[in-house]
């Protein structure tokens, strides 16, 4: 089956810096590679998703790279602002399918004033 | 005011009982999920259920179950063959298998003493 390994497991940025976060994944059949977003006491959601057709997505100040020969793709957020501090969680899956959406450890990312 | 209810928010249970927990939607979504969140670890699926009346297994359904006896409901009974049940549940729903993007309940954290 997948498995998606996510790094770092913790990130602390400077108020106004990029943060990064990569996942690498193990199966090619992958297609569909989203990143939910779960502030401290709140359920995850959907900031940012991609296809395996497409190598970059942008959304403001939120980016997804998707390198398929390599298998990894990776989170960018740009210009950071506390409100960005959460847990970050990478997924992939075949088909786009839901149920087999496989999820990354997650990324605690703390943006510092 | 649409989206996914859990409840109760927090639980407390002894070891030997079952518990319940109550996953709500009035998205009309028809697929449904429940995942597991332990620190370290992202989500893992427990069950999934795509249409009323069926369900199947997810990656970690051992010591749960499920019934899907209307499509706004989808409650999950952690039972006393869960070996390992003290963790952080959510509820999730989305458009159909196929669509990736799911929303989650705010989740429910069950405690066993």
């Known amino acids: 089956g997948e498995n998606v390994e996510q790094h770092p497991s913790t990130l602390s940025v400077q108020e106004g810096d990029s943060a990064v976060i990569k996942c690498t994944y193990s199966?090619?059949?992958?297609?569909?590679f989203p990143w939910y977003k779960q502030e401290l006491g709140k359920r995850p959601q959907l900031i940012i998703d991609i296809r395996s057709n497409v190598g970059e997505k942008k959304d403001q100040r939120i980016a997804v790279t998707l390198n398929k020969t390599a298998k990894h793709f990776s989170l960018h957020i740009t210009e950071t602002q506390p409100e960005d501090s959460a847990v970050y969680f990478c997924a992939a899956s075949g088909g786009g399918s839901a149920r087999q959406l496989t999820f990354g450890s997650g990324t605690q990312l703390t943006v510092l004033p | 005011d649409g989206g996914i209810t859990q409840s109760p928010k927090y639980l407390f249970r002894k070891e030997g009982q079952n518990v319940t927990l109550s996953c709500e939607q009035n998205l009309n979504h028809d697929a449904m999920y429940w995942y597991r969140q332990d620190p370290g670890q992202g989500l893992r699926l427990i069950y999934y259920s795509q249409i009323v009346n069926d369900f199947q297994k997810g990656d970690i359904a051992e010591g749960y179950s499920v019934s899907r006896e209307k499509k706004e409901s989808f409650p999950l009974t952690v039972t006393s063959a869960q070996k390992n049940p003290t963790a952080f549940y959510l509820c999730a729903s989305s458009w159909g298998l196929n669509n990736g993007e799911l929303f989650f309940g705010e989740g429910s954290r069950l405690t066993v003493l």
């Open positions: 199966d090619s059949a992958s297609n569909y």
